[in-house]
T-cell receptor, first 113, second 112 residues
């Protein structure tokens, strides 16, 4: 069965420091991978996605993620965070065959001044 | 961004009453989804639709039904609301199954 694990429920980090939010998935088939961001009292919006091709994917707001097939990971990174990056981040996986879509439980990023 | 609206945005209701939440999209997306979001659980799929009148169950479908009579509208009905259905409900749509989902702003439902 397909699953997504975001081990860190909360990540505090100081402004201008780098951050990595971890995502691991388990699937026996090929997958598409996504990161979404949710600001307070809003719906989710796409940060970036991996469908095929280069394993390093760049998204909006300076975020990037790297697909590692051998480690079944898709960690999200930003070299220097801002206060405005404070939000909840969700990793998601979809099965290329069935299109079944699974979200992780989310990581709350809090950027401190 | 896809134009997706949800109504109402907030609702308080009593146990045992039926409740209908509406999702409306203007992007002519084929796929539409209903999720609930609860602390510690992330987003869990309730039901989804892959076309007009074509719907299927998600992982937490008990106590919920859906209908899709037009491409743009996807209704979620709680047949007899219970306190365990207090949650934030999100609608989403996508052009293709498995690809980017576009989310509405959410409906906060409280069942007393």
């Amino acid at each position: 069965a397909q699953s997504v694990t975001q081990l860190d429920s909360q990540v505090p980090v100081f402004e201008e420091a780098p951050v990595e939010l971890r995502c691991n998935y388990s699937s026996s088939v090929s997958v598409y991978l996504f990161w979404y961001v949710q600001y307070p009292n809003q719906g989710l919006q796409l940060l970036l996605k991996y469908l095929s091709g280069s394993t390093l994917v760049k998204g909006i707001n300076g975020f990037e993620a790297e697909f590692n097939k051998s480690q079944t990971s898709f960690h999200l990174r930003k070299p220097s965070v801002h206060i405005s990056d404070t939000a909840e981040y969700f990793c998601a996986v979809s099965d290329r065959g069935t299109y079944k879509y699974i979200f992780g439980t989310g990581t709350r990023l809090k950027v401190l001044a | 961004d896809a134009g997706i609206t949800q109504s109402p945005r907030h609702k308080v209701t009593e146990t045992g009453t039926p409740v209908t939440l509406r999702c409306h999209q203007t992007e002519n997306h084929r796929y539409m989804y209903w999720y609930r979001q609860d602390p510690g659980h992330g987003l869990r799929l309730i039901h989804y639709s892959y076309g007009v009148k074509d719907t299927d169950k998600g992982e937490v479908s008990d106590g919920y039904s859906v209908s899709r009579s037009k491409t743009e509208d996807f209704l979620l009905t709680l047949e007899s609301a219970t306190s365990s259905q207090t949650s934030v409900y999100f609608c989403a749509s996508s052009i293709a199954g498995g690809d980017t989902q576009y989310f509405g702003p959410g409906t906060r439902l409280t069942v007393l």
